[in-house]
């Protein structure tokens, strides 16, 4: 082979690498890639090397049709109560799994308020308003509600606006007209037992019973077949969570990380075009463009500052008393003087009195979705990654030097 052909060669290779990266970090971010999303075509490019390395590295099944690629991602354990979608409390769960039910039933095309008076319908069964499921589209709160599930149905390709607007809905001003994209409808769900069936078969379980059931899977009955579900939680874990601690591992976890966990961060890591971090304490799989990630921090608002803020109060204290826990109040009172100091540059109100405990529960519940604390019966304990964490004082550059930044 001549040089040049070489040089093609290797520039060719690097291309491909750098492609499947992205396909596989769309895919980590995005398990349900639909015909708008820009990566599709490089998942369906590189659809034979991807699904044979989640098959392998995690047990996730992916499936490439032609208008959509979903990852059947499944948890590593289903305990973990910072997951979840955004503002997403259990009634507005289950309008989605209703709304969904809707869809699937319905025709090609449907505007919102037809959706709405289908959902009544499907509201009104005695079984949901037995467990205290109330929807009446009455309040204003309810048809935000349901613009907000729709939204989430948008933002993943099952519904597409033909026209209309959400916000002259919820004002009853209004109407709007959606396609239904069927197949991505149908790809939504990602568990690996129906739901209905579940509840038929085994009534007796109970909520959290049912969760685990609900992606229960096959584990071979020998010894490679355990070690081999072993290295899937594990992987599953370092591709989906913050930081992943020793302490919260079952022990063949723990075994087998105890000998792999750098041939296996690096592998994984080479795949993904993450940093891997191995500590004593655990392992992280560090995202530094921050693509990856659900939940970021630093941020742009009022709230991420003093997320922000919270954080280096907890990690200076606990740097000082590694036992002691901070209870919420404390936290509160925290703000509240740090609002003093910094809340000229806050939203207004953020510096009314009293806000100080909202934003204090919404910085604690941010920084245990970034696993960096844990509510311990109603006190706030500082996990060992937060303490690598420090925040310094703002650099303020003149307004010349600052002009062409990107900040």
Partial sequence: MSETAARLADVLDRQREEERERALRALLSRPLLASGDAELALVRRHSEYLRDWF???????????????????????????????????????????????????????????????????????????????????????????????????????VLARVAGDEE???????????????????????STRGASWLAAAHAELGFEARLAA?????????????RTAARHRLARRLLDDPVTYHDELAEDER??????????????????????????????????????????????????????????????????????????????????????RYGRFWRKGAREPGAEEALAEQAVARLERLKLVRLVAGSVEVRPALLRYGVGEPLLQPAAAAQGTLL
């Fill in 255 to 340: 075994q087998y990380l105890a000998t792999q966990r750098g041939p296996m961060s690096a592998r994984l890591a080479q795949a993904s075009g993450l940093v891997p971090e191995l500590r004593a304490e655990g392992v992280a799989l560090v995202d530094r463009d921050g693509e990856l990630s659900d939940e970021h921090l630093p941020a742009v608002g009022t709230e991420a500052h003093v997320t922000l803020l919270v954080a280096e109060h907890l990690a200076a204290a606990a740097r000082e008393r590694p036992e002691a826990l901070a209870s919420l109040p404390e936290i509160a009172a925290f703000v509240r003087d740090a609002a003093d």
């Fill in 168 to 190: 002259a809905y919820v004002n009853q001003a209004g109407d709007v007209l959606y396609d239904v994209n069927r197949r991505v409808l149908a790809a939504l769900p990602a």
């Fill in 214 to 226: 609900l992606v229960e899977e096959y584990v071979p009955d020998s010894a490679e077949g355990a």
């Fill in 55 to 157: 098959a392998r590295e995690t047990g996730w099944t992916l499936l490439v049709e032609r208008g959509c690629a979903r990852l059947y991602k499944r948890p590593a354990a289903t305990d973990d109560a910072t997951r979840g979608e955004p503002d997403f409390d259990r009634d507005r769960y289950v309008l989605l799994c209703l709304t969904c039910a809707v869809l699937e039933r319905g025709e090609a095309q449907i505007t919102l308020k037809t959706l709405g008076e289908r959902l009544l319908e499907a509201g009104a069964d005695p079984e949901l308003a037995a467990r205290g499921f109330d929807f009446t589209l009455e309040p204003i709160r309810e048809r935000r509600a349901l613009v907000h599930v729709c939204k989430f149905l948008l933002e993943h390709g």
